[in-house]
């Protein structure tokens, strides 16, 4: 399979993940492949949907140097989360975000400060994260792509077809002159 990332507009970013109802070899082997390519990439998040895997499976690994708001570093986390859902969500933040599936593309878009997600570790252990700062705004991140919402959809309509617009006649360029 190829698993290169996918660019916008690929359906896949635009489409709900299938939940994984397993949790053996073929599990690890998606999580191995999404860190490999996460890394590869210089990504800190990576949905499954990114590299083609249809499935609710996001990787993260915060310990690139990032800050939060107050700019003091935080601790970093790596963690596979399976059949991930935010079920709670507190205040608001500004968040200025690029997403390996829209290369170049740099916007400031409103997050929740802090949430509350619930999901499986890759044995399939239910696990809880009540966390802000840093890793909230990867956790929404990742979530949306797993739910096809892609970041551009926190932009109001004009500034989203104008990122948009922009965005496709740079991918367009860029592969002319390849």
Known sequence: MD???RTWPDRILKQKMKEVDFFDEK????????FKRMYEEEGVGLAANQ????????VLDTNVKKYDAQEKEE???KMALINPKIVEKEGQVES???????????ITIPRAERVKVIAKNEKGEDIEIDTDGFL???????I???????????LPPVKRRLVLDKYLKNKKQTAKAR
């Open 96 to 106: 200025t975000e690029g997403c390996l599936s829209f290369p170049g593309v740099q």
């Open 144 to 154: 949306d792509h797993l739910n096809g919402i892609p970041f551009i959809n926190h």
């Open 51 to 58: 590299i083609g895997i249809p499935y609710q499976i996001l």
């Open 27 to 34: 599990l690890q082997n998606y999580i191995d492949i999404m």
């Open 3 to 5: 698993y290169r990332i």
């Open 136 to 142: 909230a705004i990867v956790l929404q991140h990742e």
């Open 75 to 77: 601790e970093g986390i």
